[in-house]
């Protein structure tokens, strides 16, 4: 009986019990504890090109791909062999390697849009850092961000919004002071009305305005390129610096992320993710005036004991010299649109209620029948439990999509094209199975 599959999770259960002992939830980093999806976690043993093996040995195709760094896939050749040469070097100087020069160099040197850089070791310190530099260069407090953007988890952007069109923040989480979170202004995605009222209601003192120029942390909330545009300019007219926070669209839907994309020039970008190749880096970069702000250049500080690691450079190096062979992106973009597409088709000939949208190698299944979903509030909420079903059939079959109905799924140039073709009929089994429910 097909509908009746379950995989066997018996050492996968055994090791969160173990782990719960240890951690809080039982997990590292909070999404990883399978809240909003049925069962337990999966303890994951292997990854090998689009392959992930759990502790039972049960094999799936990943689709949550680390959350976004593995755009080769795991385990890739040319990363793993880069980062084992480094490593007979040793791990960890804390002085300057020429691996950071090199690093530095592929990023700068195909990227119109930014002349100095400073890496950190994760997209949480890149995009504390890009909102102290903006504070810092501009003199100003205040800050706006978007609801519905995911920013890491630093005080000033752990803030959700408050009652109003606008507001000052609320806290997100236990733990943050009332004053910092006042710093930060939060308003609706695509929404000009939203800004203009905010720089109206706090003129000369917003330092930066921090977007995902392609919002991919609460479903997948593609913004038109004029909203961007008119981002910058009001920015411009407003001494307000723009931030991109490209940690997930960075080198993911081109190697000049969603400001190549859009073309749209922000002031500062940050980086992560892919620039790692599944080590943990970030990064935050600007124009060389901007960056003579950082210490020990200028007043703004900033530091890591392990920022700029060698071995985490290597993967770098080795994941984006791979990015930028002739023809990368194309073929991994039209693949990933040929199986949303697919996707789609199946379930518009079927009248099931749901839409895929897609950009670059990034797809957002949504069970809704929505064609535009730009701002958090138009997410059907409803949908969520359709994917709770979706996600746990999938799983029972050999498919791993990251743990909730809000994340965004990612396609390696791993994933050929036969096991699309496979991944694709399961899908179309399993929408048959929660639509007949
Ligand atoms: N910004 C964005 C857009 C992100 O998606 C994330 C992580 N998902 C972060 C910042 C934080 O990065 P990290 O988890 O590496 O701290």
Redesign the pocket.
């Known amino acids: 009986n097909k509908e009746k599959r379950e995989i066997v999770r018996e050492k996968s259960a055994a090791l969160y019990e173990k782990a719960k002992t240890f951690f809080p939830g039982g997990v590292n980093s909070p999404v990883r504890a399978f809240k909003s999806v049925y069962g337990t976690p999966l303890f994951i043993e292997k990854g090998d090109g689009c392959f992930l093996w759990d502790a039972d040995g049960n094999k799936f195709v990943d689709f949550c791909c680390s959350?976004g760094p593995l755009i080769l896939g795991h385990n890739h050749p040319k990363v793993r062999e880069k980062v084992i040469e480094v490593m007979q070097n040793g791990m960890s100087f804390g002085a300057p390697t020429a691996l950071e020069n090199e690093l530095a160099g592929l990023i700068v040197n195909n990227n119109k849009y930014i002349e100095k850089i400073r890496f950190t070791s994760?997209?949480?310190?890149a995009?504390m850092s890009a909102i102290r530099l903006a504070r810092g260069v501009t003199g100003r407090d205040k800050i706006i961000k978007f609801e519905g953007c995911?920013?890491?988890?630093s005080d000033s952007l752990l803030v959700k919004a408050g009652s109003g069109l606008v507001t000052f923040g609320e806290t997100s989480s236990a733990g943050i002071p009332k004053a910092f979170a006042n710093e930060t202004i939060v308003v609706p995605l695509n929404d000009r009305e939203a800004i203009s009222e905010a720089f109206k209601t706090f003129e000369s003192q917003i330092a930066a305005i921090i977007i995902?120029p392609i919002p991919?942390?609460n479903g997948l909330l593609l913004q038109d390129r004029e909203y961007l545009e008119f981002l910058r300019n009001i920015t411009k007219e407003n001494g307000t610096l723009l931030i991109f926070?490209e940690?997930?669209s960075g080198f993911r839907v081109g190697f000049e992320g969603a400001a190549g994309y859009y073309d749209i020039q922000p002031d500062i970008v940050?980086y992560?993710?892919i620039i790692g190749g599944g080590l943990p880096v970030?990064a935050y970069a600007s124009s060389s005036e901007i960056m003579s702000h950082i210490s020990p250049d200028g007043g703004v500080y900033q530091a890591g004991t392990l920022s700029g690691n060698p071995v985490a450079m290597a993967a770098g190096i080795a994941q984006l010299s791979e990015l930028l062979k002739s023809g990368f992106y194309k073929e991994l973009n039209a693949k990933t649109q040929e199986f949303a597409e697919s996707i789609q088709r199946y379930a518009s000939a079927k009248n099931y209620k749901l839409k895929v949208f897609k950009i670059g190698s990034i797809f957002w299944i949504s069970f809704t029948d929505k064609d535009k979903i730009q701002s958090a509030h138009d997410i059907d909420a409803g949908g969520m439990d359709k994917f709770k079903e979706m996600h746990k059939e999938l799983l029972n079959r050999g498919v791993y999509f990251g743990p909730s109905g809000y994340e965004v799924g990612f396609i390696s140039s791993a994933h050929n094209k036969m096991e699309l073709e496979k991944v694709k009929r399961t899908i179309f089994e399993v929408l048959d199975i929660i639509f007949k429910k």
């Not at 994760?122 to 310190?125: A, D, K, L, Y």
Request: charged content about 20%; hydrophobic content about 25%.
């Open positions: 959350w994760s997209g949480t310190e995009v995911y920013h890491g988890h995902e991919a942390n926070d940690v997930i940050t992560g993710k970030g």
